[in-house]
């Protein structure tokens, strides 16, 4: 069967089709009433582009850096948890985003050690949430840095919610016999995801070894979730803390206003994510890209400006770029990609994704990405939001 899919959407619809109910129902993910889940897909529709004829580029350049590292073109791989929707997991995504030229983020919370996925991808930027102490804290960034991470992600943009109107997926705290029998129902009518873990002889691991300190073994996801849970919020102090004692490339995940942004700067940050967690915290909060222009106007010139939220096509990108993104990163669609096709449907949706930003470049004139300016796109009015001026 020729699994090869043109759009994301195809994509996750495939994804649908593969995995276990309670499986697709946790990447599909939101909160409350899904109203920031929603609009981070539809303000990009809002959006609108004013094309150019009669350019003649013949050659259109995506190539820009990340974090000081090359990248083939504008996106990252943003760092999700726990991808059990595939026996390869951040190890598949890991690979593809090395095929095709760029980074990835591995997150704290990932079921596969850390030195594997640098291995595989030695452009991984390592995610961590501030969890447990500053010595716990520290320790996890220096087994990140012995394994050879590119950079640090400090995510902040969390605020626990977790109900949700169409109802939260049962998400079990390990796998042992008694749940398997309850899981069993939505698992046999999956036959292709069942014979992926069959054939390795193994069951998703909801351990997570990248959060285990002191030789100690991998937490579960929940015990390690609970400790999350129980760390006082981090301060704008912490942050600077943890910058330097990281030391490298170091990026803030989560900022929706200027003021932020600023403080960030101050704390001594490479680069932040214009980011509201995937839709999965505070509910209504505002799309990414609403907020991405007013912020980089406000930073853009002292750090490097990333989105993350609801790109699912190049044009998506185009447009994060042209208000002002350096870059974007990818979390549902690559996860789409990955249920639906393993490594290769990652690589799929990479290409999908360079394919649309070609084609927009060719659209709109252009001969790089560089050359991209807000001039290029149609922002309605009422279309942007400014917090924290």
Request: aromatic residues 6%; proline residues 6%.
């Amino acid at each position: 069967m020729n699994r090869w899919f043109e759009t994301v959407a195809v994509a996750q619809r495939r994804a649908r089709r593969v995995l276990p109910k309670s499986v697709y129902g946790a990447l599909l993910a939101g909160s409350e009433r899904g109203s920031t889940l929603a609009d981070n897909l539809a303000a990009f529709d809002e959006l609108g582009f004013a094309p150019r004829v009669a350019a003649g580029h013949v050659g259109r350049d995506q190539a820009t850096t990340v974090l000081g590292r090359p990248i083939s073109l504008p996106v990252v791989i943003s760092p999700t948890g726990v991808q059990g929707v595939h026996p390869d997991g951040e190890l598949a995504v890991a690979r593809a985003a090395a095929a095709r030229g760029t980074a990835m983020g591995l997150s704290s919370f990932a079921s596969k050690p850390i030195e594997d996925v640098v291995a595989a991808n030695p452009q991984t930027f390592f995610q961590v949430y501030w969890c447990g102490s500053r010595d716990d804290i520290v320790a996890r960034i220096e087994r990140a840095r012995a394994a050879g991470a590119a950079g640090l992600i400090l995510t902040l943009d969390w605020s626990f919610s977790h109900g949700r109107d169409w109802g939260s997926p049962p998400i079990p705290d390990r796998l042992d016999a008694k749940t398997m029998v309850r899981f069993a129902p939505e698992v046999l009518v999956r036959p292709r995801w069942l014979a992926g873990w069959l054939r390795r002889r193994a069951v998703p691991d909801l351990t997570v070894p990248n959060m285990a300190v002191g030789g100690e073994p991998a937490p579960g996801f929940f015990a390690a979730y609970g400790e999350w849970m129980q760390t006082p919020p981090a301060t704008w102090d912490d942050v600077a803390w943890l910058r330097q004692q990281w030391g490298g490339p170091f990026l803030l995940k989560g900022v929706l206003r200027v003021d932020d942004a600023r403080r960030a700067v101050d704390a001594g940050v490479d680069a932040i994510s214009v980011s509201n967690h995937g839709g999965n915290n505070l509910d209504g909060s505002p799309a990414p890209i609403r907020v991405l222009r007013a912020i980089d106007s406000a930073v853009g010139e002292q750090i490097e400006v990333l989105l993350d939220g609801g790109v699912r096509r190049g044009s998506d990108v185009v447009k994060a770029l042209a208000l002002g993104a350096r870059a974007v990163m990818i979390g549902r669609a690559s996860l789409w990609g990955l249920a639906a096709n393993g490594q290769a449907g990652v690589e799929n949706v990479l290409d999908i994704l360079r394919g649309g930003v070609d084609s927009a470049l060719l659209g709109l004139g252009k001969s790089s990405i560089e050359e991209l300016t807000g001039d290029d796109v149609l922002v309605p009015d009422g279309f942007t939001r400014v917090a924290g001026r």
